[in-house]
């Protein structure tokens, strides 16, 4: 096939999907605004640019409208055998404008499930976008619900995980070297992995921190992330006197996460809304012991006691009770660990996801070639 995806270039969920068809054999293209280094050589990337820059708002809008002259004008060019748009409210909806078809268009959460919330805009482009779409992916039934809600045919919707590479995401990158340099070798360490934006409430975790280490002071968390929130927290952890036990280490390349993940034993998402939580998947595929909030997304992975704790949101006494309790239970850290790599490994592996992707492109396209 000839694949053309419209999206962002710089999100690692992006190359993941490009990478695999390009390397079985499809001829792959991706148009987007800018991409991140490691795109295989098979790839062929098309930038899009700005028509002005951003010195007033309209000009934010002139840039938009252009876009979609670009990318249809890329796509009468390519001439591919299927369009997947992923992320539906900025490039689903850049490539529904095309009037190509067949068109997939592919949700990531928060298109479907925050966004078309926000205003009667972005609601509208969204709901466009599903309509002209012949094909619908999503990551996670919370997704499919948020997708049925906003008027999508349940006939055209196709879960397709975006998966964990288990070869990749294991113990064994368990790193004594990363531990000595972060400063937790022999502690116990819990790990967030989440941007820090408003929406991932780390907030909650640095607040819990004291409580947890009134009780196991040798306890060391670590924070890889970054967002418009860091200094805040960092200034939190400081008049909490906690950040001598926190770790803030910023955004961590996806290549180096299994190694953060291995090297720590607890991980705690504080998230107030996700739709297929990757990042927890990929902690339990390093079997960890995962402690999260109470939202769809995370009951979808974790039972209660099972495999995991789940806490009430906000509920900072109840998240330190937790972290404590698997702090001071190594066995029962170990257990839960185990049980998470084995539920990834038959739900969520990466490969057997693409297939199911590829499976999906090549019956689309067999139905628009029947007469």
Not at 72 to 80: E, T
Not at 277 to 302: F, G, H, K, Y
Not at 322 to 337: A, C, D, P, S, T
Request: proline letters at 4%; one cysteine or more.
């Amino acid at each position: 096939m000839k694949i053309c995806y419209v999206a962002d270039g710089t999100s690692i969920h992006t190359q993941k999907w490009v990478h695999y068809f390009a390397r079985k054999g499809h001829e792959t293209h991706l148009i987007c605004w800018k991409s991140m280094p490691g795109y295989d050589k098979n790839v062929n990337i098309h930038s899009l640019t700005r028509l002005a820059p951003k010195i007033w708002t309209a000009s934010q809008y002139l840039s938009f409208l252009f876009w979609i002259l670009q990318v249809r004008r890329l796509i009468n060019r390519i001439k591919p055998d299927i369009v997947d748009g992923h992320f539906i409210t900025v490039y689903g909806f850049l490539a529904a404008c095309s009037g190509f078809h067949p068109l997939v268009v592919s949700a990531w959460g928060s298109d479907v499930l925050i966004h078309p919330g926000r205003n009667f805009i972005f609601k509208a482009i969204t709901k466009y976008a599903l309509r002209k779409a012949d094909m619908v992916t999503c990551d996670s039934e919370v997704a499919r619900e948020g997708l049925t809600k906003l008027g999508t045919e349940p006939a055209k919707i196709r879960v397709i995980l975006k998966g964990v590479d288990t070869q990749q995401f294991s113990r064994q990158q368990r790193n004594e070297e990363l531990r000595t340099r972060l400063g937790i070798s022999g502690a116990p360490t819990i790990v967030s992995i989440r941007n820090l934006e408003p929406i991932y409430n780390v907030e909650m975790l640095i607040k819990a921190t004291p409580l947890v280490l009134k009780q196991t002071p040798e306890a060391k968390f670590v924070i890889a992330g970054d967002g418009r929130q860091r200094r805040y927290l960092e200034n939190l952890a400081i008049s909490l006197g906690i950040s001598d036990s926190i770790r803030f280490v910023g955004w961590v390349l996806h290549n180096e996460l299994p190694k953060y993940l291995a090297s720590s034993d607890i991980y705690v998402s504080t998230s107030l809304s996700d739709s297929a939580p990757v990042s927890l998947q990929e902690a339990m595929a390093c079997q960890l012991a995962p402690v999260v909030t109470d939202i769809p997304a995370n009951r979808a992975w974790i039972e209660d006691g099972k495999n995991g704790f789940i806490v009430p949101v906000n509920d900072i006494e109840a998240l330190a009770g937790k972290v404590v309790h698997l702090v001071k239970n190594e066995h029962l850290r170990e257990e839960f660990g185990r049980a998470n790599r084995h539920i990834i490994q038959e739900k969520a592996e990466y490969e057997k996801e693409m297939v199911k992707g590829e499976k999906a492109y090549l019956g689309l396209e067999q139905r628009e070639e029947r007469p």
